[in-house]
C-alpha cells in the first residue's frame, strides 16, 4: 500500500487480503497467507498498514435484530433544511443512537436523509417531534417507514474494483 495525496493506493496483495477480511475477519494471518501465497508476517505488516491509514476502520458483527426477537422498525426521515444549516443539522442526527445512518443531498433542494431505529411508532413519533423537528433550520421533515426488507448489504470489496486505485 503506498500513499499518493493521503489515499492510499492498494495493491492486488492488499486487495486480496480486504477480500479475505470480509469474508470472514476472524480468520488468522496464516489462514489468509496460505490462500494468498504470502507470509502471515507479511499479511500482518500489511493490514497494520490498512488499519493505521484507516482503509479498515474496525472489525464488527452485524446483528439481526429479528432473528433475536428485537421489536423495532425502521423509517427512513427525510430532512428539508435551510441551505445554511443543513450541515450543523446533520452533524447533531448523526451524534443520535436511534440514528444509524446519516447522508446529505444536492438535488434540487438540500436534504438530509436518516436512517431510524425505534423501538415502537410512539417512539419514533416522539425522536421525530422532539428531536429532529425543534432544530433551527428545519423547513420540513418527511417519514417513511420502512414496511419490508428486499435487500440490506454492505459494501463488499468482493463486487466492486473500478475506481480502487492500484
Known amino acids: 500500500m503506498k500513499l499518493k495525496k493521503n489515499e492510499a493506493s492498494l495493491d492486488q496483495a492488499d486487495l486480496e487480503i480486504l477480500k479475505a477480511l470480509q469474508e470472514d475477519s476472524r480468520q488468522t494471518y496464516t489462514a489468509i497467507g496460505k490462500r494468498l501465497g504470502i507470509t502471515h508476517s507479511t499479511v500482518y505488516d500489511r493490514i497494520r498498514k490498512m488499519e493505521k491509514q484507516k ?5 464488527t458483527t452485524f446483528i439481526d ?17 435551510d441551505p445554511k444549516e443543513t450541515e450543523r443539522v446533520a452533524e447533531k442526527l448523526a451524534k443520535s443512537p436511534e440514528v444509524l445512518e446519516v447522508y446529505t443531498s444536492l438535488s434540487d433542494e ?4 436518516a436512517k431510524i431505529v425505534a423501538a415502537t411508532q410512539e417512539d419514533l413519533h416522539a425522536f421525530v417531534a422532539n428531536s429532529i423537528a425543534p432544530l433551527d433550520g428545519v423547513l420540513r421533515i418527511r417519514t417513511s417507514m420502512i414496511t419490508k426488507k428486499l ?9 466492486y474494483t473500478r475506481g480502487l486505485h492500484l
Open 55 to 59: 482503509v479498515i476502520r474496525n472489525y
Open 65 to 81: 435484530l429479528e432473528k433475536v426477537g428485537v421489536k423495532h422498525i425502521l423509517a427512513i426521515v427525510t430532512v428539508y433544511t
Open 110 to 113: 438540500l436534504l438530509i436523509m
Open 151 to 159: 435487500k440490506e448489504t454492505h459494501f463488499s470489496i468482493n463486487n
